[in-house]
């Protein structure tokens, strides 16, 4: 059974810095295309990023473009985001998904989750 764990949510001030991993077990990750999509209170899921299984291929939401950055290590089952210049409409819970085939920007086609980690961006 594919299990994927996040952590490195937490509180932070607009314009800090915060990274996020995501631990997957059970799975062959390397054939696995990854991504995080966030979600905030009353709102709609929102896709964040991903990245392809050999990592060469990445998509960044529109808002995260040029602030976040995706990656894998393969060897240690990870993927983190770094983020930067956080701002206040960032604050959401962030989860990180898993599918076999190419990534995706659909939450739909993923079928594995994360429960998630919390961030919270203070103004």
């Known amino acids: 059974q594919v299990r994927l764990v996040e952590s490195g949510g937490g509180l932070v001030q607009a314009g800090d810095s915060l990274s996020l991993s995501c631990a997957v077990s059970g799975g062959t990750f390397r054939d696995s295309a990854m991504a995080w999509f966030r979600q905030a209170p009353g709102k709609e899921r929102e896709f964040v990023s991903s990245?392809?299984?050999?990592?060469?291929?990445?998509d960044y939401g529109d808002s995260m473009k040029g602030r976040f950055t995706i990656a894998r290590d393969n060897a240690k089952n990870t993927v983190s985001l770094q983020m930067n210049s956080l701002r206040p409409e960032d604050t959401a819970v962030y989860s990180c998904?898993?599918?076999?085939?190419?990534?995706?920007?659909?939450?739909?086609?993923?079928?594995?989750w994360g429960r998630g980690t919390q961030v919270t961006v203070s103004s």
């Open positions: 990245i392809s299984w050999s990592g060469l291929q990445t």
């Open positions: 998904a898993a599918r076999f085939g190419p990534s995706s920007t659909e939450a739909l086609k993923y079928l594995f």
